[in-house]
């Protein structure tokens, strides 16, 4: 199974709460550019799990738009700010029959969840910063249990998107 973890674009830094702020016109084409970054690698998630916070969903649904394809877009409050690794095994688990999942949060929840799925723990420096997307081959989900296969910042991504 391959595993995409999207970190939200970039985001308004003044709202009502942290949960209301959304995406920038910055991050809703930073947002825009992975989706059309995977749909021209040819990777297609089955399924989209996001934060429920309004610039991870934004940044979902302009990926999802730009994938050109359908499929569902699910919000759960387990990937909201705060998130702890096994929170994440278990959505991936629910999601056991699909090929390719992508899961669209925050920081530092995504480092933490890499260096966990790659059995580096705290020796594993990897910052994921807006709008980056990393990919993993994940045998089952679980500690020590995946391989990362790439991790592309955004100041990438609409490069190799041909944007």
Known sequence: MNLLLLRHGDADRHASSDFARKLTDKGRAQSAAVGSFLRRLDI??????????????ETATAALENLKTKIPLIEDERLACGMA???????????????CIMLVGHEPDFSG??????????????????ASCACFDL????HSCATLKWLVPHKL?????GE
Request: proline share 7%.
């Open 44 to 57: 297609r998630p089955d399924v989209i799990v996001t934060s429920p916070l309004a610039r991870a969903v």
């Open 85 to 99: 690794p096994n929170l994440a095994f278990e959505l991936i688990r629910e999601q056991e029959k699909a090929s």
């Open 113 to 130: 969840l890499a260096a966990a799925l790659t059995g580096m723990g705290a020796s594993l420096n990897i910052e994921m910063k807006k």
């Open 139 to 142: 045998d089952m989900p679980g």
């Open 157 to 161: 991504i609409s490069t190799l998107a």
